[in-house]
């Protein structure tokens, strides 16, 4: 049974320039949460998704947009990337919402320069 | 949501049994306690879950005094591979599942 996974693992890019994350849910999960993780910090959580909608939201600016696809992958876009987006991007999945146990992906590392 | 404080940091050595406090004065009625587990370059992993008086499994123990106001985990003889951030989070799980990091403590093990 394949848990979480994200692509790319690594990832480079330049400010100003614009990136998308992809994630795949632990197999029979229908939830998606996205986490940005500075070096050091705790995973701040970014957006949920839940049939294919944007569920919740944390505090983050409308530059971190997200989508869900009807087989339940999802991905995370980032516009305009600054220097301050430089972070371990963390996926997790659950079946259903309002499930504390969350599974999450190995992450995607971005590096803005 | 409840506000969590964790030690930064805690040292041990292998076999010994490690309890990490975590103090959560504003916890609501309906506030889960959890714990979760992380690796270096990896993403977290749940490790138990309580409301109230003890809850046990595999890998560990978390212990909630009458007051909940704080929570133990307890990590029995440890091993190296125990080393790892810890993550206390507090919240309803009703609300969603919106997870609230806060810094961790950073468990090392040493031989």
């Known amino acids: 049974d394949a848990g979480v996974t994200q692509s790319p693992t690594h990832l480079i890019k330049t400010r100003g320039q614009q990136v998308t994350l992809r994630c795949s849910p632990k197999s029979g999960h229908d939830t998606v949460s996205w986490y940005q993780q500075a070096l050091g910090q705790g995973p701040q959580f970014i957006f949920q998704y839940y049939e294919e909608e944007e569920r919740q939201r944390g505090n983050f600016p409308d530059r971190f947009s997200g989508h869900q696809f009807p087989n339940y992958s999802s991905e995370l876009n980032v516009n305009a990337l600054l220097l301050g987006d430089s972070a371990l991007y963390l996926c997790a999945s659950t079946p259903g919402t309002g499930v504390y146990e969350q599974y999450f992906g190995p992450g995607t590392r971005l590096t803005v320069t | 949501l409840a506000k969590t404080t964790q030690p930064i940091s805690m040292d041990s050595y292998e076999g010994q049994e490690v309890n990490i406090t975590c103090s959560h004065n504003n916890i609501a009625t309906n506030d889960y306690i959890t714990w979760y587990q992380q690796f270096p370059s990896q993403g977290p992993r749940f490790i138990i879950q309580?409301?109230?008086t003890k809850v046990t499994n595999e890998v560990a123990s978390l212990f909630i005094p009458a007051d909940r106001k704080s929570s133990t985990l307890s990590l029995p003889r440890v091993s190296l591979s125990d080393t790892a951030v810890y993550y206390c989070l507090v919240g309803d799980r009703g609300a969603g599942n919106m997870l609230t990091f806060g810094g961790g403590t950073r468990l090392m093990v040493k031989p």
């Open positions: 309580g409301y109230k």
